[in-house]
């Protein structure tokens, strides 16, 4: 390495980073068990380097990332890197059983990626099981060198990162709920940065404290890591800018309240008050909810706290709350994001696609399968409750989706028939049909390189409405239509935003409703798209696309790395 030396950074999640070069930055992630208390309840927890959450990544655009992860654990671990697009690494991206065999114990795997286009907020976690509901933590990923943002640079910046806590073993709670085909417990506590606040029993110690000086502005880099809710944030007596979404920068508006779904990143500014306020002012987020299934129905506070340096009493300053939407506010999450707009400038232009050369219709919700033979289920008459798009139950395979694909040995693995739309109309957000049983298969959508797609997802009725938050790995898109009812292929189209929609990687499919996306099917290799509410049990909605090879070299996926996990 030269004059360069090998250097160590010592990051605040206290990740080891070497730079190898300008332009490449090597963490090590090691899974082990860790005793974490919150709550008054202390448990062992599976995390990466002992800490919960797990360190934050920071990188530049165009860097490329080597993350070295070895498993100490009993449990198998894959590693997501949520919102980056992955082109041509797809060996990378994480999911298991869809781009790799999991990492096994004692076995180690280097996720070898490069930043490609992107700059802003993103995030990883585990995926596999419920290990994401400690396993996780921020990727920031910087502008270029010598690359301003594209508006007054903050005085400092904040990753603020919402969780869950759950009392006991979240293996135990996804096992029990996929034995007996019901909705898994809900978390105990929502948290900010780990820690659930002051609202809960037996935990006001346990409280994440903003301090922040007056007449700064701050850039809070927000996270919904939470495993099964959408949530409301805001900040007592203070306004937040909205300047980016899933790492995409956009038209700014402020407001004092968002909604942010399991998934999704914002990045915001806080302007603090000029002076010294004499009063500090809580943070707090809870839940959207929609749907039959339970919830978790509690509140997670941090305090944000202004420095003074006249050394205010702060113990005797009032705390300020802010006032939240209703629990199914559906009007409030509707208008938020249809104030969310690309920038669509020059330098940062909205690439929609104009010309769409496969329009696809998908229905999502939730249906029945059989319950086991021998066991009792607790879905409708004695079934399990199953999640479906198109009718079809997507089942994980034994072994890798993009693994078969890339050698040939696809025939016992998956089909490529998965249905462009439902085999059968109904009203889809009407009365729901009488047969509520799904296809269970391992169904693939084959597109073409560079196919121009557009798909309308539309909610269903089935077993009750209910938003869903659909995340699609390996590619952004653009949200050119949403709307309630039943889609309407001859007079929805024409309200379809095609100058300046947001384009981001995570969108709530409406409660009831429906949303239009479009993107180009640009990178080679088989691509998760799934609910990110319970995406590991019966309930998560899931499928999987597979982009195949363009004519030229840099449109072809590459062979595996040599260290790729075996099954």
């Not at 935990?203 to 880099?221: A, E, I, Q, W």
């Not at 997507?394 to 490529?416: C, D, E, M, N, R």
């Not at 998965?418 to 269970?440: D, E, R």
Request: proline share 8%; net charge positive; charged share 15%.
């Amino acid at each position: 390495m030269g004059a360069i030396g090998i250097f160590i950074v010592s990051l605040i999640a206290s990740c080891l980073l070497h730079s190898v070069s300008a332009a490449t930055r090597h963490y090590k992630f090691e899974i082990k068990l860790q005793n974490v208390t919150r709550l008054c309840h202390t448990k062992t927890v599976v995390t990466v380097n002992g800490q919960f959450p797990g360190p934050r990544i920071v990188a530049r655009e165009g860097d490329r990332l080597e993350i070295e992860v070895v498993n100490h654990v009993q449990n198998n671990i894959s590693i997501h890197w949520h919102g980056i697009r992955q082109i041509r690494s797809g060996w990378a991206d994480g999911p298991a059983y869809v781009t790799q065999c999991p990492i096994q114990t004692g076995q180690r795997y280097v996720y070898n990626f490069t930043i490609i286009g992107q700059r802003g907020t993103f995030w990883w976690h585990a995926h596999i099981s419920w290990l994401r509901s400690t396993i996780y933590g921020p990727i920031i990923i910087l502008p270029k060198e010598n690359t301003p943002y594209p508006f007054t640079k903050p005085h400092k910046e904040v990753p603020i990162v919402f969780g869950e806590w759950f009392n006991t073993d979240t293996e135990t709670i996804i096992a029990q709920a996929l034995q007996i085909g019901g909705g898994p417990n809900v978390s105990d506590a929502y948290t900010i940065n780990g820690l659930p606040g002051p609202l809960y029993n037996c935990s006001s110690k346990d409280t994440f404290k903003l301090k922040v000086k007056p007449g700064k502005t701050y850039l809070l880099r927000l996270i919904n890591a939470a495993l099964n809710d959408e949530l409301f944030f805001s900040i007592a007596n203070h306004t937040l800018q909205i300047i980016d979404a899933d790492g995409v920068y956009v038209k700014t508006f402020k407001t004092d309240i968002l909604i942010i779904t399991p998934g999704q990143t914002y990045n915001v500014l806080l302007k603090t008050k000029p002076h010294f306020p004499n009063a500090t002012f809580y943070m707090t987020a809870r839940p959207y909810v929609t749907g039959p299934g339970t919830f978790d129905n509690s509140t997670v506070a941090g305090i944000l706290e202004y420095e003074s340096e006249s050394k205010h009493h702060l113990k005797n300053l009032p705390l300020f709350k802010p006032l939240l939407p209703a629990l199914n506010d559906t009007n409030f999450v509707t208008n938020f994001t249809n104030k969310l707009r690309s920038l669509a400038t020059p330098q940062f232009p909205a690439n929609v696609p104009l010309n769409v050369d496969k329009r696809l219709f998908f229905t999502v919700g939730l249906g029945t399968s059989p319950c086991d033979q021998n066991k009792t289920c607790q879905g409708p008459n004695g079934t399990k409750f199953s999640a479906s798009v198109n009718n079809v139950s997507f089942i994980l395979p034994a072994t890798a989706l993009l693994q078969s694909h890339f050698f040939g040995q696809s025939k016992s693995v998956y089909k490529l028939d998965f249905p462009y739309s439902p085999l059968h109309w109904f009203n889809y957000t009407g009365n729901p049909p009488n047969n509520t049983l799904v296809n269970n298969d391992t169904k693939l959508m084959v597109l073409p390189f560079n196919t121009s797609v557009e798909l309308v997802m539309q909610d269903t009725s089935i077993l009750g409405a209910e938003s869903h938050p659909l995340h699609l790995h390996g590619f952004n898109f653009f949200v050119v239509g949403q709307g309630f009812g039943n889609f309407d292929p001859i007079k929805d189209p024409s309200n379809f935003n095609l100058v300046d929609p947001i384009e981001r990687n995570t969108v709530g499919v409406p409660s009831g409703g429906w949303v239009a996306i479009r993107f180009l099917a640009d990178n080679p290799g088989v691509w998760f798209m799934h609910c990110h509410l319970e995406v590991h049990t019966s309930w998560g909605l899931k499928m999987a696309w597979l982009v195949l090879d363009g004519k030229l070299p840099n449109q072809k996926l590459p062979p595996p790395p040599m260290d790729l996990p075996k099954c």
